[in-house]
């Protein structure tokens, strides 16, 4: 890289003399539960760290009118009061080189059965050169990492010669608004970089996601004449195995996928929740599960949509009691575009060098059958945007970690990438 070997040198020890303060504030922010609609607190911590390195902040509360008519809007039925994002930027006086976007969310998955997790989620701690904790890796180390990056430049007496926005958004896990409603406050740069996991290699081609929800009825009876009734649970049942089906056509069409032909099961569906019947003596009237399934780059949203909704209905009708009182499919949260990098070569180029400097090896590419905020910056406002973070286990699960000699080295790559792609002038 044109980066002197000696600056890149400085660079990567200003961010090793302060990565024990780093490793605390990331678990000082992992200790802040952020799932979905309590997400507030947390983003008052990451204001308060942007306004320690003078950045200038904005903290907006996002409202659903200002972005439900964009392209890329996911819908959710969900009150959207105290729901805020938080962007930090650096302007400079002139600015010169090339601008950046260093995004990441806020909003952590539900911790699940607190018995199964070793140590409590809400309670991090290191063990054994891992970051523990709900959220650790996905992905508080990532939106701390973005701060210390920039934090490192500053410690060497630098600072960025273009414009850097430090974002921090809500609601990537469930459709992605906080990241749109950047967008439509008019945030733009010459590429941006989210490290969300990715065991450092970069994300150049994700599956689309798209959450649904179907509510099943039936025919409630005594169970001593259970004949007579309809059971919900078992046909809600009937509807899952068509539509596991329907998963099996999906990834038999991979080979028609330029980026996914090879991988052993890109297409991924899940019954994530499902609620139904109230006693054990009555044949249950209703039963509601909801599913996420993921869509291959070589299909469109509404063709998964249009088969998705065949898939039920065909169901159904071969259901004894459905096929007179066909099931309600409700589409709600993740409706995401699948994603493939276009146009990223120089930014890449640039990544790739940082990496190598750091690493001692080549940037790898990925496939992810996630989705995950990237999306927008490349779909909707034609920005190249790198998913490129460090290495995690159990991400959505128990005993979620992130390693950390991996982010002290995303760290130091991401500090030498805002060097290079943005250029430096001496503060
Ligand atoms: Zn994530």
């Known amino acids: 890289m044109s980066l002197a070997a000696d600056i890149a040198r400085k660079i990567m020890d200003a961010v090793d003399a302060r990565f024990d303060d780093q490793v605390e504030v990331t678990a000082d922010l992992v200790r802040i539960p952020s799932t979905r609609y309590k997400e507030a607190p947390a983003q008052d911590f990451m204001a308060r760290l942007y306004r320690e390195q003078q950045l200038s902040v904005d903290r907006w509360q996002i409202r659903l009118d200002d972005i439900r008519h964009l392209p890329g809007y996911s819908p959710l039925q969900q009150d959207y009061e105290n729901t805020w994002n938080v962007v930090g930027a650096w302007r400079p006086t002139n600015p010169q080189g090339r601008s950046v976007i260093l995004n990441g969310h806020i909003d952590v998955v539900p911790e699940g059965p607190l018995d199964m997790w070793q140590r409590p989620p ?6 054994d050169g891992w970051l523990y904790g709900r959220g650790a890796a996905d992905m508080k180390a990532g939106l701390v990492l973005n701060h210390y990056a920039l934090l490192a430049l500053r410690r060497c007496g630098y600072r960025p010669a273009a414009e850097v926005y430090l974002q921090s958004v809500v609601e990537e896990e469930c459709t992605g608004n906080g990241a749109l409603a950047c967008l439509q406050r008019g945030y733009r740069a010459d590429a941006a970089l989210i490290p969300e996991p990715s065991s450092h290699a970069l994300t150049v081609a994700q599956v689309g996601v798209m959450w649904f929800q ?12 259970a004949d007579a009734g309809s059971n919900a649970i078992e046909s809600a049942f009937r509807l899952i195995q068509a539509l596991r089906e329907l998963e099996k056509n999906w990834n038999a069409r991979k080979s028609d996928d330029a980026h996914f032909h090879d991988h052993h099961h890109p297409a991924n569906f899940n019954v994530g929740k499902i609620n139904g019947g109230d006693w054990a003596s009555s044949v249950p009237a209703w039963c509601t599960f909801d599913m996420r399934v993921g869509v291959l780059p070589s299909m469109s949203l509404s063709q998964a949509r249009r088969e998705v909704e065949d898939c039920v209905r065909n169901a159904a009708a071969r259901d004894p009691y459905l096929g007179n009182s066909p099931p ?20 890449r180029a640039v990544l790739d060098a940082a990496h190598r400097t750091v690493f001692g090896k080549p940037l790898v590419d990925e496939r992810s059958t996630a989705t995950a905020d990237n999306r927008f910056f490349g779909l909707y406002a034609g920005i190249p945007a790198l998913v490129y973070g460090p290495r995690s286990k159990d991400i959505h699960g128990f005993d979620e970690c992130v390693e950390l000699d991996s982010v002290r080295r995303i760290t130091q790559s991401t500090a030498l990438f805002v060097a290079e792609w943005c250029g430096l002038e001496t503060a």
């Open 214 to 225: 179907v509510k099943v009825t039936g025919h409630p009876v005594h169970v001593y004449q």
């Open 122 to 127: 809400f309670a991090p701690e290191v063990r």
């Open 328 to 347: 309600a499919l409700l589409w709600e949260g993740f409706q995401a575009e699948p994603f493939v990098l276009s146009g990223h070569e120089k930014v």
